[in-house]
């Protein structure tokens, strides 16, 4: 398990690997992976990051501020506490149409928070460019949240805003230890799994938390489903 510091005894604000960039090629790029292996290649765990602290007056920020052309997986971060303006979310802040995101949890003792574009996996995904007939790779897949993810607009357990994203049997879950694990608070675009996509295609997505919402469109998988092509499946 690697530590960064103790969630009661923050030292310092965590400075997120990937710096705000312009294009895909740019921020994180590479696999950054956290699954365990035995002997035979067989995955058997992950690795977890606790102690995560990023608190306000930035974008882009999570574990991951920006990524590009990237392949994150088995990441779990646990006992943190990240929050910032824009683009806020647990494994990333924002990512691009190459990135992808696999089996990653935030664990029910963290708290996501912000203003617009929050989700307790990545915050934002623009993939554009990248459309989904062409899409090999799912952009999330079997990813699960198990924090409190809190924020305004375009707020999701898994993801805040996403433009021709590809989600695939990712959970937003509740944990009886904990009464806001998996809650999803905001005021418009609030969704269980995305708070806003325009374009996204969702198969086999659940959420067993509360979603809540103040103001406009919110909904047990999806707050708001935008464009001709967006669809959610089974």
Do not use: M
């Amino acid at each position: 398990k690697v530590r960064f510091n103790e969630f009661k005894e923050y030292a310092t604000q965590w400075t997120p690997i990937g710096q705000s960039a312009a294009g895909e090629n740019e921020g994180f790029c590479g696999v950054f992976d956290a699954f365990q292996y035995n002997d035979k290649g067989e995955i058997v765990g992950e690795y977890s990051i606790s102690g995560i602290y990023i608190n306000g007056g930035k974008n882009e920020v999570g574990l991951f501020g920006h990524v590009g052309h990237a392949e994150i997986r088995g990441v779990k971060v646990e006992n943190s506490y990240i929050r910032g303006d824009e683009k806020v979310g647990a494994i990333a802040g924002f990512a691009h149409h190459e990135a992808s995101f696999v089996g990653c949890w935030n664990a029910n003792s963290s708290v996501v928070s912000g203003d617009e574009n929050v989700g307790g996996i990545v915050g934002a995904l623009d993939a554009e460019g990248g459309a989904l007939q062409d899409k090999e790779e799912d952009h999330l897949d079997e990813c699960v949240n198990r924090g409190h993810v809190h924020g305004k607009t375009n707020v999701g357990g898994i993801l805040g805003y996403g433009y021709w994203a590809v989600i695939r049997g990712c959970f937003n879950v509740h944990d009886t230890t904990n009464p806001n694990a998996g809650l999803v608070h905001g005021e418009n675009y609030v969704g269980g799994i995305v708070g806003l996509s325009n374009g996204a295609a969702i198969y086999g997505c659940s959420n067993y938390a509360d979603v809540e919402a103040t103001g406009n469109y919110v909904g047990g998988i999806a707050g708001h489903l935008a464009g001709e092509h967006a669809y959610l499946r089974k």
